[in-house]
T-cell receptor, first 117, second 111 residues
Framework: GAVVSQHPSWVICKSGTSVKIECRSLDFQATTMFWYRQFPKQSLMLMATSNEGSKATYEQGVEKDKFLINHASLTLSTLTVTSAHPEDSSFYIC?????????????FGEGSRLTVL | QKEVEQNSGPLSVPEGAIASLNCTYS??????FFWYRQYSGKSPELIMS????GDKEDGRFTAQLNKASQYVSLLIRDSQPSDSATYLC???????????FGQGTRLTINP
């Protein structure tokens, strides 16, 4: 299947700093990528849909100024958590669909575990 | 009503038995449907996708879809301890690109 790479896998930062997470589709093009967040023992919650060359679409309750999304190319989307606080500590997972595929499945990155001290 | 609902479990099944996981969804126009498996600390991996009413079999896994009743299920035959994980049901709401996930069912296979 298609490969989605996410970096970094782990990040620990101080409260008030910003953290950038990268999501790359390695062997396919993705006009749309999705950013999910998962708290312990909970399911994946969609934060936003990242659209190549245009603004991201945020889900209700997700602050667009706090979670900055940039999708500058067909293979790269970034999520920046600005002024991170301990409550932002979570498992962030990106996913993408292969535009050349008709299966509709999402391919997931490995996830990035953020810990804010 | 949540868009996608699953019994969160935990569900315990003896090794070798059949594990049955269920999921209901609210948007009648949803299409297609997916089952993902997620091990602790890892990201989800796709097990099965299903588009049409009826059963779809892949090895030890069978997905069942009933659009009239708006449920989709996953059967795991000859359960193995390595099947112990959280199973996530996901649906594609009508007209949307995103996948909406259920809360997941935690499955434990007991040796």
């Amino acid at each position: 299947g298609a490969v989605v790479s996410q970096h970094p896998s782990w990040v620990i930062c101080k409260s008030g700093t910003s953290v950038k997470i990268e999501c790359r589709s390695l062997d396919f093009q993705a006009t749309t990528m999705f950013w999910y967040r998962q708290f312990p023992k909970q399911s994946l919650m969609l934060m936003a849909t990242s659209n190549e060359g245009s603004k991201a679409t945020y889900e209700q309750g997700v602050e667009k100024d706090k979670f900055l999304i940039n999708h500058a190319s067909l293979t790269l989307s970034t999520l920046t958590v600005t002024s991170a606080h301990p409550e932002d500590s979570s498992f962030y997972i990106c996913s993408a669909r292969d535009v050349g595929s008709n299966t509709g499945e999402l391919f997931f990155g490995e996830g990035s575990r953020l810990t804010v001290l | 009503q949540k868009e996608v609902e699953q019994n969160s479990g935990p569900l315990s099944v003896p090794e070798g038995a059949i594990a049955s996981l269920n999921c209901t969804y609210s948007d009648r126009g949803s299409q297609p449907f997916f089952w993902y498996r997620q091990y602790s600390g890892k990201s989800p991996e796709l097990i099965m996708s299903i588009y049409s009413n009826g059963d779809k079999e892949d090895g030890r896994f069978t997905a069942q879809l009933n659009k009239a009743s708006q449920y989709v299920s996953l059967l795991i035959r000859d359960s193995q301890p390595s099947d112990s994980a959280t199973y996530l049901c996901a649906v594609n709401p009508e007209g949307a690109q995103k996948l909406v996930f259920g809360q997941g069912t935690r499955l434990t296979i007991n040796p």
